[in-house]
């Protein structure tokens, strides 16, 4: 039988620890049974410890692979992750803005799961400017802070922070995740351009590796299915809640997400 799944892409680094990134994304692609594609803009010297170097390809061969892939196979969602430098960032952004597409997902990847800052001013600065291509933008806690400029830690301050961004960067869908708070419920602040919407989930006793890209990827994959907003949404919260649940320690750090098949 032929296989007719959307096919989705994802721009982002690889973790050689299989946790986060490249590997998350395209785990999660498989998990939700669409063919997932990818183009790589680093390596990391990566595991579930953390990352203690990478190394970047040239912005010219990041933009060799996309117009190679996307050229071979039509992407029905593209989403990124880990770009890092205002090069690559700058290079993504043109060439989303060529090819004008209408499901894009920005995980803008800014900040360790400690908070502590990844991008130089510049390269924060470029990352602003590309979430405005963002059907759906999903920072952190700490990575909205960085968008917005200012700490984030109350419900009232991750709204203003969703309604800032969606008004001043032009991402038509904010969704403030909160996997770095603290309080019983892991609620993610969803601004649609109208409404505030909370999406919502038990938080468990444990620390765990790529939650963040396993969400966004999920909702690229829903957005690729061709589910509206809020069906991808709800879809990609659910998703990324049972493989927190299921997940087991591997390693000496954090644990990674155990992924199942989608039904």
Known sequence: MADTSAAVLTIAGSDPSGGAGMQADLKTFAALQVYGMSVLTLATDCTTEGVTDLQLLTPEFVAHQFRRVTADIAPAAIKTGMLFSAEIIEQVDALLSAIDHDRIIIDPVMTTRRGERLLSDDAEAAMRA????????????????????????????????????????????????????????????????EAIRWLEADRLPFAVHGAGDAFSAAATAHLGMGYDVERALDGAKAFVTEAIRNATPRGQGNRPLAYSLAR
């Not at 969606?166 to 602040?189: F, K, N, P, Q, S």
């Open 130 to 193: 590309l979430v405005g291509r963002a059907r759906i933008v999903t920072p952190s806690l700490p990575e909205a802070g960085r968008l917005v400029q200012r700490s984030i830690s109350s419900s009232a301050e991750m709204i203003a922070a969703a309604k800032q961004i969606h008004r001043e960067l032009g991402a038509r869908h904010v969704v403030i995740t909160d996997g770095h708070g603290t309080t019983d419920t892991a609620a993610d602040c969803w601004f649609d351009g």
